[in-house]
C-alpha cells in the first residue's frame, strides 16, 4: 500500500483547508484510515481515525472543526479542516492500519506527510 498525501499549505487563523490522500489499492474495507499531525518538538499524534467499519473518533482538540471522510471511488481519504488555529501547525500524516490476521501480523501505512501552517 502507498499513500500520497496533499493539500496541506499556509492559511490564515479561522481559515480552511482541505488534505487528501490518495491510496494505491482499495483497502477501505479492509483497512482503518486515519489522520496523524506533528508539531516542532512534540510527538506525533492522532487527529482523526475511521475504521473500516466506517466509525469516525476524533481527538478533542479538533472535534467539531474537522471532518474525516473517504471516497471509496477514488481510493482517498480527506480530512477537511475548518476554524484553523495556529496550534494546528503541523505535519499531517495519513495513515491506513492492517488489522492482524491468522497469518499475517498487523502493520501500519504512512504517507509522506503534508505541512499544514496557520498563522495568527
Known amino acids: 500500500v502507498q499513500l500520497q498525501a496533499s493539500g496541506g499549505g499556509l492559511v490564515q487563523a479561522g481559515g480552511s483547508l482541505r488534505l487528501s490522500c490518495v491510496a494505491s489499492?482499495?483497502?477501505?474495507?479492509?483497512?482503518?484510515m486515519a489522520w496523524y499531525r506533528q508539531a516542532p518538538g512534540k510527538q506525533r499524534e492522532l487527529v482523526a481515525l475511521?475504521?473500516?467499519?466506517?466509525?469516525?473518533h476524533y481527538a478533542y482538540s479538533v472535534r467539531g472543526r474537522f471532518t474525516i471522510s473517504t471516497d471509496n471511488a477514488e481510493n482517498t481519504l480527506n480530512l477537511q479542516m475548518n476554524s484553523l488555529k495556529p496550534e494546528d501547525t503541523a505535519v499531517y500524516y495519513c495513515?491506513?492500519?492492517?488489522?492482524?490476521?491468522?497469518?499475517?501480523?498487523?502493520?501500519?501505512?504512512w504517507g509522506q506527510g503534508t505541512q499544514v501552517t496557520v498563522s495568527s
Open positions: 495513515n491506513s492500519h492492517r488489522w492482524a490476521t491468522p497469518t499475517t501480523a498487523s502493520y501500519d501505512y
Open positions: 489499492g482499495s483497502i477501505f474495507s479492509m483497512n482503518d
Open positions: 475511521i475504521t473500516r467499519g466506517g466509525s469516525s
